[in-house]
């Protein structure tokens, strides 16, 4: 867990962690980032919807999905024909709105279902120069939530 005052770096490139946003490694190594979290939370909470579609947990069961290890408890013979590397991926395609939200989200999205919380139709990728938006699903009624940055104290 970590957050924007943290200066951790990228175990490759040096840059600290903080300008990625959440991410995980094949190997195990989960980097949560709790600005981008909060964000999400706070945003999809002012958009009218349950904000813990999008909390820490969501977001480390996703991040979890990166790695073999989390990938491991998934074993049907769709989940391993969709796994590369032992683990799931996000759709490729540098910082643009994918219309599909690909094999890691909709994995997480059956754990939202189960709970009664909006899905996530889409998956865009962390950029920090623009927080994007997120499209959620909830009951057949689709809406798109502007990211927003958001204080880290209510
Ligand atoms: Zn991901």
Aim: positive net charge; aromatic residues 10%; without cysteine.
């Amino acid at each position: 867990m970590n957050n924007d005052r943290n200066n951790t770096p990228h175990p490759k490139t040096g840059v600290p962690l903080k300008n990625y946003g959440s991410q995980a490694y094949p190997e195990g190594q989960i980097y949560l980032d709790a600005k981008q979290i909060n964000n999400f939370q706070k945003s999809i909470d002012e958009a009218g919807l349950d904000g813990n579609t999008m909390n820490t947990g969501f977001v480390f069961l996703h991040e979890s999905l990166h790695t073999r290890f989390g990938a491991s408890f998934f074993n049907s013979m769709t989940d391993n024909k969709q796994k590369v590397g032992g683990r799931f991926r996000d759709p490729s395609g540098a910082f643009g709105k994918t219309y599909s939200a690909g094999n890691t989200v909709d994995r997480v999205n059956t754990f939202r279902r189960e709970l009664g919380l909006a899905e996530r139709t889409t998956y865009s990728p962390h950029n920090p120069n623009n927080l994007g938006s997120i499209i959620l699903s909830l009951n057949g009624t689709s809406k798109e939530v502007t990211i927003k940055n958001q204080p880290l104290n209510n």
